[in-house]
């Protein structure tokens, strides 16, 4: 049962255009949301997070967005940059009970920035 | 600052055999995390060690073990390999409790059981 769900294997953005990454949890526990980034041969590299009691957080070129009533979040590039190509990993972890599972991730949404 | 270290990069051991993996934190990091990748399961929570004491274990079989040092270096340890357990091995490092820590990962052990 996959309680971090990314429903797009892959997703091609022009280059300079907004990069829209969706993620779907089912666990309500869940309160702590984070993004990471992961290039071949590499480990994953954190790129934001955002937890429970704000529904947006920014940085940079990211933007994570969240909503809760949805079990639904979503990272935001702008503008989209060659460099951006990658795997992204949505990940969630849950407070109540001492977060007893680690991170909980999806399977990863691979973004292809064309020039 | 130095990121997590991972070694060695590349494994190659035979079915049945153990293996140890060894992960030195981010300085002044104190909780350590072990996950494995799979094409087919993705990115699996193993353990977390935190000031040498496991805090969370995620759902492997009794094979897979590690513990953490006083200076925070951990390792994982793998006995009776099954050729299942071929996998990217990431180790992750962050300040404090990783339920409400970013993790920054390592670059893996690459296990190929033969």
């Known amino acids: 049962d996959q309680q971090v769900k990314q429903n797009s294997p892959s997703l091609s953005v022009q280059e300079g255009r907004i990069s829209i990454l969706n993620c779907d949890y089912t666990n309500s526990m869940f309160d702590y949301f984070l993004w990471y980034k992961k290039y071949p041969a590499e480990g994953p590299t954190f790129l934001i997070s955002i937890s429970s009691i704000k529904d947006k957080n920014e940085d940079g070129r990211f933007t994570v967005f969240l909503n809760k009533s949805a079990k639904h979040l979503s990272l935001h590039i702008v503008p989209s940059q060659p460099g951006d190509s990658a795997v992204y990993f949505c990940?969630?972890?849950?407070?109540?009970?001492?977060?007893?599972?680690?991170?909980?991730f999806g399977k990863g949404t691979h973004l292809i920035i064309q020039p | 600052k130095a990121g997590v270290t991972q070694t060695p990069r590349y494994l190659i051991k035979t079915r049945g055999q153990q293996v140890t993996l060894s992960c030195s934190p981010i300085s002044g990091h104190r909780s350590v995390s072990w996950y494995q990748q799979t094409p087919g399961q993705g990115l699996q929570f193993l353990f977390e060690?935190?000031?040498?004491?496991?805090?969370n274990k995620g759902n492997f079989p009794g094979r897979f073990s590690g513990r953490q040092s006083s200076n925070s270096r951990s390792e994982m340890n793998v006995s009776t390999l099954e050729l299942g357990d071929s996998a990217l091995y990431l180790c992750a490092s962050s300040l404090r409790a990783s339920y409400n820590s970013p993790l920054h990962f390592g670059n893996g052990t690459r296990l190929t059981v033969t």
């Open positions: 990940a969630a972890s849950g407070t109540s009970g001492g977060g007893a599972d680690g991170l909980t």
């Open positions: 060690y935190f000031s040498e004491t496991q805090r």
